[in-house]
């Protein structure tokens, strides 16, 4: 059971390059979701998506575009990229039976020269 | 204006001892809160949770503890093991959406504990 995967791990990107995040789960969730996470900060969502087909911005937009392709995959993209948008992004789902928690995957790391 | 807010960005413990860690929030709307754990290079994962209509949620060695009228939680580690070393983040959910996921986080606080 892998619950939540997401590729790449790492990537290094020149500013202007554009760059796709994949994630998927496997466990039959209804929501997803795109944080990411700064140097000593806690985790700020960039997108969401309730259920398929359907998304939502969420605290930090801009500079992102997401596709919910089914209810397995959320994939997030980043069309040019810039060097603010260095971070740790991390995918995450949640729902079924018990919709109070969410399960992330483990995260990838970006960085923007 | 962070409506999460984990004031201690770090704490030291001597393992066998208790672990007490704070979360405060500002917004009146939330009404289910969450604690996550994070080793390196890792994703969170969920630790422990309390609606607001409790006031204490006790999952073996770990407690969470919530004051509504001072708008602050609390969760306590006891004992604490050298395995706990982590950060630890408070995570907030309103009234109005059921989507766990699409919580305000805290900056976390990371947990050293002491052989």
């Known amino acids: 059971n892998a619950g939540v995967t997401q590729t790449p791990k790492f990537q290094v990107l020149k500013t202007g390059q554009s760059m796709t995040l994949q994630c998927a789960q496997d466990m039959n969730h209804n929501s997803m979701y795109w944080y990411r996470q700064d140097p000593g900060m806690g985790l700020r969502l960039i997108y969401y998506?309730?259920?398929?087909?359907?998304?939502d911005k969420g605290e930090v937009p801009n500079g992102y575009n997401v596709s919910r392709l089914n209810k397995r995959e959320f994939s997030l993209r980043l069309e040019s990229a810039a060097p603010s948008q260095t971070s740790v992004y991390f995918c995450?789902?949640?729902?079924?039976?018990?919709?109070?928690?969410?399960?992330f995957g483990q995260g990838t790391r970006l960085t923007v020269v | 204006d962070q409506q999460v807010k984990q004031n201690s960005p770090s704490l030291s413990v001597q393992e066998g001892r208790i672990s007490i860690l704070n979360c405060d929030y500002t917004?009146?709307?939330?009404?289910?809160f969450l604690w996550y754990k994070k080793y390196p290079a890792e994703g969170p994962t969920f630790l422990i949770s309390?609606?607001?209509?409790?006031d204490k949620n006790e999952d073996g060695r770990f407690t969470v503890f919530l004051n509504k009228s001072a708008k602050h939680l609390s969760l306590h580690i006891v004992p604490s093991q050298p395995g706990d070393s982590a950060v630890y983040f408070c995570?907030?959910?309103?009234?109005?959406?059921?989507?766990?996921?699409?919580?305000?986080f805290g900056d976390g606080t990371t947990l050293t504990v002491k052989p």
């Open positions: 995570a907030a959910t309103p009234v109005f959406n059921t989507n766990a996921g699409k919580s305000t």
């Open positions: 995450a789902s949640s729902g079924g039976r018990r919709n109070t928690e969410a399960f």
């Open positions: 309390i609606s607001s209509i409790k």
């Open positions: 998506s309730a259920s398929e087909g359907t998304t």
């Open positions: 917004n009146s709307m939330f009404d289910y």
